[in-house]
């Protein structure tokens, strides 16, 4: 219950902010590449417009998830909000959980204004409807999901603009750790070899969530692979949920 | 009359680096707290005063002692149901308007419906936010800010009230009603116990008093055993008192106010064969006032004998540790 009113505190607080116009300058990106670049592509007009689409939906949600999320613990701090809140029955596992749900539902939001579009868009220019961006933009929010824990975690641990390098530098290597370990392993000294598997194995690989290439190309994406993708970026997100709950708990309020 | 809230030994270390170098301490400090009294907690800026709250209110941890609320039985976090707390110079979500606030924090002592819509109206009335219910917070002024943060504390109809610094940033108009609010949630029954600096506030309301300063409580005690407990002179108003006749009786100070001779005598004097004389002579007595020391007179003596008997504490633990460390080595 605690949870769900600290939830509905950042979910407001973000609509309040006008987080939601994001959604108007997606549409008018999604508009430009179907109706201006899409033409001129030579018969690639709906490939183009999904591509782009869904590639602009997820920066800008990663934007926001982040610009948001590694400010949410520390702001609290900070600004000295926090103090009203915890002196009250409220446990800092229902603190940290009530502000992931709260961002969650903003950018769970966001990702379904931008599909929407989306979605429409690529249906007028190619005249069909295309059930399959669903799947990827629900693995987008999956991969948000497990990008906005880690930037609360960031946030019970250090400054914002810290929190946003951390959080970026992860979300590249998390998109680009399989290479590594390959080029590691054909290239790199035995230390490099080592500390690229360390890094594959630990660190959450964000492309188990990107199925974008895939969906504009048309192959099919089974239900049981996005509910393994869904699961793992559920247990990254509680294990970075849990972090954050001891940063917080042993924290001193001076 | 159980006690409500208990500091045993508590005492809080802040570590100034890794290696354990101390940089404040504070404690270790043995307070209680009646139930339905109001507690002053004195002591100058930097004395340990917000610290000492955030310690009851469990936003820190103490690094000994025990804080317990209820007689004992109930440990800080459980006590959070019952417990009202506005902090120094609160500060609120900007986005919420005054309802929207209250009921957020309403919600989070698990209030719904009609009930808790029922103890907005009630705290907001009480505050004297009534009208500003609808406003959004970014538009409060710093005296609204304060009666919002008193509203939050009340939300849960708390069996005590944490004020630190309440009086504050207030005009006299928003003090004196301040001061109003706090004598009548004691007479609802509750336990206050508030912070300040403002000894004229504490004197007028508080029940007891604890003043703290270097770290330490240097004195707990009623505001009577404070106020009444030693007359420190007497003031004679008389007419008709030519000085030079006066000052011959070597009685004290003679000083003037309007038509009015002003004898002021030490505590120790014959107060009656001191009238005797003064009429003897002629003198009309209009008045005899008795002078006690007022909170501040005790306060200030209070922390500069505090202050000396602190630091020869600290000198000798100093002595004791260089003297123990020098037969170790």
Known sequence: MKTIVMAQNTFREGARDRIFLAILIFGVVVLVSGFVIGPISLGEQTRITQDIGLASMSALCFLIAVLIGTGIVFKEIERKTVYTVLSKPVRGWEFILGKFLGLAMIVGALTLGMGVILIAVSGIVSHQFHPALVSAIFLIWMELILLIALSILMSTLCSPVLGAVFTLILYIVGHTSADLKELAVRFGTPAVEVASKVMYYTLPNLEYLNVRSKVIHGVEVDVSYILFACAYALLYALVFLTLATLVLDRKEFK | ?329
């Open chain 2, 1 to 329: 009359m159980g006690s409500i809230l208990k500091l045993e030994g508590t005492t809080k270390i802040f570590r100034s680096d890794l290696a354990g170098r101390h940089l404040y301490t504070l404690g270790p400090l043995d307070l209680e707290v009646v139930r339905g009294e109001i507690f002053g907690y004195l002591g100058p800026n930097g004395a340990g005063k917000t610290t000492t709250i955030k310690l009851m209110m469990g936003l820190l941890k103490p690094s000994a002692g025990r804080i317990s609320y209820f007689d004992g039985s109930t440990t800080v976090f459980e006590a959070r149901q019952k417990l009202g707390f506005l902090p120094e110079q609160p500060y609120f979500y900007q986005h919420l308007t005054g309802r929207e606030l209250l009921t957020f924090y309403g919600r989070l002592f698990g209030l719904k419906g009609s009930v808790l819509s029922d103890r907005i109206k009630n705290v907001l009335r009480q505050v004297g936010l009534t009208k500003q219910a609808e406003t959004r917070i970014s538009r409060f002024s710093k005296g609204m800010l304060q009666r919002m943060g008193l509203a939050q504390a009340l939300i849960n109809n708390p069996d005590i009230v944490v004020l630190d610094e309440p009086l504050s940033g207030l005009d006299p108009v928003g003090r004196s009603e301040l001061r109003d609010l706090i004598v009548r949630l004691k007479a609802e029954g509750r336990t206050v116990f508030f912070s300040s600096h403002i000894l004229q506030d504490v004197e007028m309301i508080c029940d007891r008093v604890a003043i703290l300063a270097y770290g330490r409580i240097l004195k707990m005690a009623t505001v009577p055993e404070v106020l009444y407990g030693s007359v420190t002179s007497y003031e004679i108003v008389a007419s008709n008192a030519p000085h030079n006749l006066v000052r011959k009786l070597c009685l004290g100070n003679l000083s003037t106010r309007g038509d009015k001779t002003i004898i002021t005598m030490p505590p120790d004097v014959d107060l009656n064969e001191s009238l005797k004389r003064l009429m003897a002579v002629g003198v009309v007595i209009e008045a005899v006032n008795p002078l006690r020391q007022t909170l501040e007179d005790y306060f200030m003596r209070e922390l500069k004998n505090g202050g000396r008997s602190v630091a020869r504490s600290q000198a000798e633990s100093k002595i004791f540790a260089e003297t123990s460390k020098e037969n170790g080595a």
